[in-house]
């Protein structure tokens, strides 16, 4: 069973779109997370959830927004896709900030 | 400059050799993170350590929080050690992480 799940792993969509990006996780932790890794593969945080309350809000562009209606569920929904959008995605989940847990990431292409 | 430093950025080494990837920070910490990151792209978490060295097969971390620095090594260096080798400290009492850049290592037989 697939600890952190995101879907979907590859998405190529058009500028201006909306689109989701879905994760799951069956660890029972408390807190998920969502990253973004760059063309330079750096990687940095963009949220994080506990318990369904959202802790960190980087500066993200608003056109970003997590939804987390639940403790095993934290959706990112991207309106307005850009072309910098483009990048992979990564859940991941901890239990009271201990060994974080990635899921595969999802490979966002805007075009 | 980053907060989180690693070294080298690239290493390249023949199958069996011992390899030590370095990380340095500048941030107080509570724990340390070191992530493995294959070409397919998923990412795993490798160690989770405050203090001293932890061990998991072939792979050893230390951390010496005075100096702010910790190092990955690796015992008798495989093909399929090749990956990107990442360091990530959490700002003090927060669960934002801050991430090395990478080491990109390759291992050949």
């Known amino acids: 069973d697939t600890a952190v799940s995101q879907t979907p792993k590859y998405l190529v969509t058009q500028m201006g779109n909306d689109k989701s990006i879905k994760c799951e996780q069956n660890?029972?932790?408390?807190?998920m997370y969502w990253y973004k890794q760059d063309s330079k593969k750096f990687l940095k945080i963009m949220f994080s959830?506990?318990?369904?309350?959202?802790?960190i809000n980087e500066t993200v562009p608003n056109r970003f927004s997590p939804k987390s209606p639940d403790k095993a569920h934290l959706n990112l929904h991207i309106n307005s896709l850009e072309l910098g959008d483009s990048a992979v995605y990564f859940c991941?989940?901890?239990?009271?900030?201990?060994?974080?847990?990635f899921g595969e990431g999802s490979w966002l292409t805007v075009v | 400059k980053n907060e989180v430093e690693q070294s080298p950025q690239n290493l390249t080494a023949q199958e069996g050799e011992f390899i030590t990837i370095n990380c340095s920070y500048s941030?107080?910490?509570?724990?340390l993170h070191w992530l493995q990151q294959h070409p397919g792209g998923g990412i795993v978490s490798l160690f989770m350590?405050?203090?001293g060295k932890k061990k998991h097969g072939r792979l050893i971390a230390t951390i010496n929080i005075q100096e702010k620095h910790s190092s990955l090594h690796i015992t008798a260096s495989h093909p399929r050690d090749s990956a990107v080798y990442i360091c990530?400290?959490?700002?003090?009492?927060?669960?934002?992480?801050?991430f090395g850049t990478g080491t990109r290592l390759q291992v050949f037989p």
């Open positions: 941030v107080g910490i509570s724990a």
């Open positions: 350590l405050s203090s």
């Open positions: 990530a400290v959490p700002r003090r009492n927060t669960d934002k992480l801050i």
């Open positions: 959830y506990n318990n369904k309350e959202l802790i």
């Open positions: 660890l029972g932790h408390d807190t």
């Open positions: 991941a989940s901890s239990l009271q900030r201990n060994t974080i847990y």
